[in-house]
T-cell receptor, first 115, second 116 residues
Framework: AQSVSQHNHHVILSEAASLELGCNYS??????LFWYVQYPGQHLQLLLK??????LVKGIKGFEAEFIKSKFSFNLRKPSVQWSDTAEYFC?????????????FGSGTRLSIRP | KAGVTQTPRYLIKTRGQQVTLSCSPI?????VSWYQQTPGQGLQFLFE???????NKGNFPGRFSGRQFSNSRSEMNVSTLELGDSALYLC???????????????FGPGTRLLVL
């Protein structure tokens, strides 16, 4: 069975610091990978997604993620965070060519940015 | 296009009551999934409806049920509410065309249910 693991439950950074949120998954076949963000009081929004091609994926608001197949990882990065990046971040994985409901979500990482 | 909408946004119920939540997907989306989000458990998949049929189901008791109408709108019902049902209930829709390699879900704002 597939699973998703987000190692950090709560990350606290100062503005302008670099960010890397870890995400590991277990699934042997073709995968689709996602990062979602949930800002305080707002709904889940798609940050970026990977399904094939260049393993370095660029998303909105300066975020990027790198798919490393050998490590089963899809870590989220941002070179310089802002206070407005305070949110909860969810990694998700789903088998390729499958229903969206097969997507499994990680438990989330809460990111707090000190101004 | 309008996004996924959910009603009501907030709900307070007492134990033993039942509740019905509604979700309108993005126009053209045929798949609707429901999730329960709690601080300790993250997003837990409840069920998915596609073309008025339940296609997948998560590991929740039978008190949780749903349906989908011909216009793809979906409702979720929870009977005999328990305190532990307090959560944010999210609805997500996707286009779900057969053979599409990637199925992206778009989420609504959720219904926050408080059971007293």
């Amino acid at each position: 069975a597939q699973s998703v693991s987000q190692h950090n439950h709560h990350v606290i950074l100062s503005e302008a610091a670099s960010l890397e949120l870890g995400c590991n998954y277990s699934y042997g076949g073709t995968v689709n990978l996602f990062w979602y963000v949930q800002y305080p009081g707002q709904h889940l929004q798609l940050l970026l997604k990977y399904f094939s091609g260049d393993p370095l994926v660029k998303g909105i608001k300066g975020f990027e993620a790198e798919f490393i197949k050998s490590k089963f990882s899809f870590n989220l990065r941002k070179p310089s965070v802002q206070w407005s990046d305070t949110a909860e971040y969810f990694c998700a994985v789903g088998p390729g060519y499958s229903s969206a409901s097969k997507i499994i979500f990680g438990s989330g990482t809460r990111l707090s940015i000190r101004p | 296009k309008a996004g996924v909408t959910q009603t009501p946004r907030y709900l307070i119920k007492t134990r033993g009551q039942q509740v019905t939540l509604s979700c309108s997907p993005i126009s053209g989306h045929r798949s609707v999934s429901w999730y329960q989000q709690t601080p300790g458990q993250g997003l837990q998949f409840l069920f998915e409806y596609f073309s008025e049929t339940q296609r997948n189901k998560g590991n929740f008791p039978g008190r949780f049920s749903g349906r989908q109408f011909s216009n793809s709108r979906s409702e979720m019902n929870v009977s005999t509410l328990e305190l532990g049902d307090s959560a944010l209930y999210l609805c997500a829709s996707s286009f779900d065309r057969v053979g599409l390699s990637i199925q992206t879900q778009y989420f609504g704002p959720g219904t926050r249910l408080l059971v007293l």
